[in-house]
DNA sequence: CTAGAATTAGAACATTTGTACTGAAAAGAG
DNA sequence: CTCTTTTCAGTACAAATGTTCTAATTCTAG
């Protein structure tokens, strides 16, 4: 049986790639992380980062030096159930931050985080940092808000999201949350597959059905554990010509 | 003398990082770039890093590795739009410098004029009615407009144009034309099915080739005399949720 | 206490990654 | 053209980094 809580090595190692992540611009290596928390040696860090990424608490790129990241989602299963107090440390505060509404009520600006593609994850920036000018924006037609918060925009990259109805170049506008209503169309993380997909979200029992948009394909049928809810879609713009 | 031009190398090589650390959480390594900016060798990326480094468009970590950052994006783009307009940047595209109009992003108000579905015909007013108050309008971004006259917007009825990608509830943008050139995406009206559908157009010989945007499907072929194009698809918006 | 599981320590090893070196090719300058 | 400077290609090597292994140690349920 598995535990559920982090043991005090496992917060400080969260803790630190946060801190990390926060204050340079590439993520820590295994030895950056073994000498940032004191721990005696690397394979300590291995086996810890392992038991973290298990527990969906950050992810790593194979083969990519200094290839890890913290989730900035949750659990779906954590959240069907009652979520743990000990599963939030690296949960990403999310202020209620208004976009400006520069006089005309008809548009919003929201910002532009970057890009969506089947084979890579997303890594949403906490949303306290989106209104930095780092990030270019996107002006949106009001209509599409719908009284949602923490709208951001990504690209999408190839066609693997064709049927969800979206194609290379679409401009997806997309909510952060990690809670879905059934009928929801969400952007989903298959932890098998690694890959995101666009689907219709709904439960049954303790199940995840995923249902492409394109009513002639066929949903299919994931344990709650093996997805990651990483935002609801509101809406898509697409530019032709 | 140093030039103070950066070589198309030098762009694809800045442009590369930047895309590259806004879809993924670790910023790229050297083999990384040699590989997505299709360069030869590795001594040819250092080369040109150092030089970047030099010119201050980024700078580098010494002994560790990933350790690569730009230095200022809104300089960066700044100085890729300004630069030698013959040198073309292979394998990247800079189509999301469309998103950095931040500060003077602006919308365009066009008509609504109704309907469209799979068996009725269009029937459009003529275009100098859409500014009198019979009709609603919406408020799209401005860029999705790329200098065409004439916009108006429908919305959309029925699954019937799943194969373009489009579904019910999603308001397309159109402009009025009966011109269309290869490439477009048209809304044509075919005489023998007595319906309107939504394909890429193109000519072979005296027939029109009309492609569906799932290229899963196959494309049609008629008589040029038995299709009448409506008007050329710019955008699409849709509203989720 | 005891057996099994979880964790740690240390080291060796494998891979990724950065850098240096050579000579060749290309580009300019005169 | 010749000479110089810049850029490139290929390779090799060294450093950084990730992974694996084994045995020791600690923890925990019973």
């Known amino acids: 049986m598995k535990k559920n809580v982090l043991s005090s090595k496992q917060t400080a190692i969260l803790k630190f790639i946060k801190q990390f992540i926060e204050s340079k611009p590439y993520p820590p290596s295994i030895r950056d992380i073994k000498n940032g928390c004191g721990l005696s040696s690397t394979s300590v860090v291995d086996y810890n980062l392992k038991i973290l990424e298990e527990k969906n608490y950050l992810k790593r790129d194979t083969s990519v030096s200094r290839g890890i990241y913290l989730e900035a989602q ?10 743990d107090p000990d599963t939030t440390i690296n949960q990403i505060e999310l202020d209620d931050l208004e976009f400006e509404n520069r006089g005309d009520s008809r548009t919003i600006t929201i910002p532009f985080l970057g890009y969506i593609a089947a084979g890579e994850p997303l890594s949403i920036p906490p949303s306290d940092k989106w209104n930095s000018n780092e990030f270019d924006s996107v002006e949106i037609p009001a209509f599409l808000q719908k009284g949602k918060n923490d709208l951001f925009a990504l690209k999408v990259k190839g066609d693997s999201m064709i049927d969800a109805l979206v194609t290379e170049g679409d401009i997806i506008i997309m909510e952060q949350t990690t809670q879905a209503q059934p009928g929801d169309m969400v952007a989903a993380w298959l932890n098998d597959n690694e890959e995101v997909t ?11 059905i995923l249902r492409p948009a394109n009513p002639t394909m066929s949903p299919i049928e994931i344990p709650a554990n093996k997805v990651s809810i990483q935002g609801k879609i509101v809406g898509l713009i697409r530019s032709l010509s």
């Open 74 to 83: 949750k659990h779906v299963s954590s959240l069907i159930e009652t979520s």
């Open 198 to 208: 666009l689907k219709y979200f709904q439960i049954k029992n303790d199940k995840v």
